[in-house]
């Protein structure tokens, strides 16, 4: 039977390598268009009793309508996306206000723009598409993570047992 001193050592290396893991490959998938959200994207550890708990999370405001789309675009394509959540979409479209943004950037976008008397006044969508990065993260590291501990158990027996 191991020590709980080397049973919290295992497990601290473990959710310290599995949340570096899911955080890394979340900030690779994540949108690019500015570092803000790549800068949310962060680590919590906890540990209670024998209990470790490792949280990546972000605290971004746009975060989830990046993850889940908006709109009936979001909607149309949300694969990806965790299926233990159910979103619901707007089914409209939306205007946004001209001083929102450039046109060059609202074109970028694929935004309608809205002119009067050929002045941009404003833009239309009909939501973004989702663009899952934080349950990708998880789900594609799933296997690489439960190989990885396994690897850090069986290393500190090994340690142990030349000891």
Do not use: C
Request: no cysteine; charged share 25%; proline share 5%.
């Amino acid at each position: 039977m191991l020590s709980s001193e080397v049973a919290n050592e295992i497990g601290e290396q473990i959710i310290a390598d599995a949340t570096l893991t899911v955080q890394s490959s979340a900030r690779q998938l994540a949108p690019k268009d500015t570092s803000a959200l790549l800068r949310s994207i962060k680590i919590e550890k906890n540990i209670e009793g024998s209990e470790h708990v490792g949280t990546v999370y972000t605290n971004s405001e746009y975060a989830s309508y990046m993850e889940f789309g908006t709109g009936p675009n979001g909607q149309a394509s949300h694969s990806g996306i965790s299926p233990k959540v159910s979103p619901t979409y707007r089914q409209n479209g939306w205007g946004i206000p001209a001083e929102a943004m450039s046109a060059k950037k609202a074109e970028e976008y694929g935004l309608g723009i809205f002119k009067r008397n050929g002045e941009v006044t404003g833009y239309y969508t009909k939501g973004h598409p989702a663009t899952p990065f934080m349950y990708p993260a998880l789900k594609d590291n799933y296997k690489r993570i439960i190989n990885h501990s396994k690897k850090v158990v069986r290393d500190k027996l090994k340690e142990l047992s030349d000891d």
